[in-house]
């Protein structure tokens, strides 16, 4: 990318500017829109009823900080337990791609279209049709009303997209280091180990960040499967906050705020990663 | 790429361990229910003891039920304008891969991807707040600019009494639901899809640029003949994860209205039709063979799209 387009559009004329400036303009006011929730969300956390229904786009003079010991009070709580049902399944679902997608990147053996295709045509299966077996499956599994349930069906869910992508990468990788390993006598643990892991790193950790996500922001079977209020995960905690009658702005935007916590935390640990691992690899489709 | 034949695989056997719990996985968590679905699309059922076997029937009322077929037009509906919704995405990413200047396109890069943190919920709230009746910005802005006299006129003219009350209730009149939920996450770039399209841009050698200057292409011919050829593999796979997620999609909308579909049940797509045949009416029978049918209607679609979508490299 360095090379290739840096000079492009280096006329140094007036209309090259203005061509520059439009550029510019048109990006940044995609990103205001971006922004503004993000904006928003900090805005109103400080902010009684009163004064946002009087003022809800400026920042007001007395900052009720207040509102965060509430908003903590309300999801503190759920942390914990959101944390381990979107690392766990994060974890798991990258472990079992990693392994699978290995195999079908390097090898061609007998039934491999086979095996191929019953994983790739999950992703076109509508989740919602499959909803209400799943369900009764959990029930006639004893995992009604458990994390179990989540952390199963939640690497069931993610490894399929992560070895859609991950295949392609392993392909990409030099075949002289595989050869190599297996001059040394690896076996196929060890390939993954010393070879798959350490070259494909920014992939690994965009898929990771990506099912944490999905996780830390997943709803609708948590919602169907967790009974006991106090053992819900935060998204359907957040949503009964947003649900309530009487809605308390302040409060519920700090809670808001706090549960994006964790992921500012794990943005800043993996964001040049994921810039990498999204932009200059390509997912290829 | 290795090939192993069947007589390797005495030796080579260990390779399919590795897949072994991952396909144990998708077998009782995908295939399973899904299987179970089927086996139960022909059965009247309720989800829970009660089964009776009724044959095609649950098939036969589904092409003839009104509510389901009002949610397939809406779909219709809904890919063609998220087909215009994919542009936005597109533009900005030209627009940032065009720049002068590796700097600013790694920091404009960082920049989009910052939003992704902020809860999915807050993005709902506040449009939710934006097309409040009362104290939503958006009618005191039509009120304020005098906009709102034009759209009452319009309104008599159509013949709709959305506007009558001078603060009409976007997301709570049956007229007014459906734009509001087409026009919900203005300007719609999403962040995911730009630095997608920007890895595409990235492939494209400087010389083809020299070329089209030398030729004199204007910004567009630059665009139709260099850039979108080459984000082609991009642009189809957002196609299919586009398509496939409208037809499953009715999360937002069960979140904003529950499961009546909103007013009049305008938003009842197909998915929360499903949905609620199996939670709420006690028919899961009806919901599989909905699902089934939704499941070959996506089929169809991912094999209309790369057949006629055509990636030139």
């Known amino acids: 990318m360095t090379a290739a387009v840096t000079g492009y559009m280096h006329s140094k004329s007036l209309r090259g500017k203005m061509a520059e400036a439009v550029k510019h303009g048109f990006v940044l006011s995609m990103l205001v829109f971006a922004f503004f929730p993000l904006y928003m969300m900090f805005n109103i956390s400080a902010k009684t009823n009163r004064e946002f229904y009087r003022q809800p786009w400026l920042p007001t003079a007395p900052m009720h900080v207040e509102n965060y010991v509430t908003g903590w009070e309300t999801i503190g709580a759920s942390i914990p337990n959101t944390l381990y049902l979107s690392l766990v399944p994060t974890v798991g679902a990258l472990v079992l791609a990693v392994l699978a997608s290995y195999v079908f990147a390097r090898y061609r053996m007998p039934g491999h279209n086979l095996l191929w295709s019953a994983f790739i045509i999950l992703m076109l299966m509508p989740g919602v049709a499959n909803l209400m077996p799943l369900f009764t499956l959990l029930r006639n599994m004893n995992l009604l009303n458990t994390y179990t349930a989540l952390v199963l069906t939640g690497i069931a869910g993610a490894q399929v997209f992560n070895i859609f992508i991950l295949r392609n990468y392993i392909e990409d990788t030099p075949e002289e280091l595989f050869e190599a390993a297996e001059m040394d006598g690896a076996g196929p643990l060890r390939q993954i180990w010393h070879v798959v892991l350490p070259m494909n790193g920014s992939i690994l950790a965009t898929l990771a960040c990506l099912s944490f996500i999905g996780g830390w922001n997943n709803f609708l079977l948590p919602l169907l499967v967790i009974r006991e209020p106090d053992r819900l995960p935060m998204a359907v905690a957040l949503y009964r906050l947003a649900d309530a009658y009487v809605k308390e702005w302040g409060p519920m935007m700090s809670a808001y705020a706090i549960a994006s916590v964790p992921l500012i935390i794990l943005f800043i640990f993996t964001m040049r990663f994921f810039i990498r691992g999204v932009t200059a690899g390509a997912l290829k489709g | ?313």
């Open chain 2, 1 to 313: 790429m290795k090939i192993i034949t069947f007589r390797q695989l005495r030796h080579r056997w260990g390779l399919y361990l590795l897949i072994l719990p991952a396909l144990a996985f998708i077998c009782t968590f995908s295939y399973f229910p899904a299987a179970s679905g089927v086996y139960h699309s022909v059965f009247r059922w309720d989800g829970d003891e009660m089964e009776e076997y009724i044959g095609l029937e649950n098939f036969t009322r589904a092409f003839t039920d009104e509510v389901l077929l009002a949610g397939f037009g809406l779909i219709l509906i809904l890919i063609l304008t998220n087909l215009v919704k994919m542009v936005p995405s597109i533009a900005t990413a030209v627009a940032i891969h065009r720049m002068t200047g590796e700097r600013w396109r790694y920091l404009y890069r960082v920049l989009f991807v910052i939003p992704m943190i902020i809860p999915g919920m807050v993005w709902l709230l506040l449009w939710k707040f934006l097309y409040d009746p009362t104290f939503g910005p958006l009618n005191r802005v039509l009120s304020a600019t005098g906009l709102m006299r034009v759209l009452q006129t319009l309104g008599e003219w159509v013949g709709t009494d959305a506007f009558a009350t001078g603060a009409p209730a976007w997301l709570g009149h049956p007229d007014l639901v459906l734009w509001a939920y087409i026009f919900w996450g203005f300007p719609w770039v999403g962040v995911v899809s730009v630095l997608l399209y920007l890895a595409g841009l990235g492939n494209i050698d400087q010389s083809v640029y020299d070329a089209a200057e030398i030729d004199g292409c204007g910004w567009f011919r630059k665009f139709w003949n260099i850039e979108l050829p080459l984000i082609m593999t991009q642009v189809r796979l957002n196609l299919i994860l586009m398509i496939i997620g409208t037809l499953n999609g009715w999360g937002l909308i069960f979140i904003l209205f529950t499961d009546t579909g909103g007013p009049n049940g305008k938003l009842m797509v197909p998915g929360l039709y499903m949905f609620r045949k199996a939670f709420t009416d006690g028919e899961a029978g009806y919901a599989c063979a909905i699902g089934l049918l939704l499941f070959f209607l996506i089929l169809a679609l991912t094999w209309v799209n790369n057949r006629y979508v055509r990636v030139s490299k």
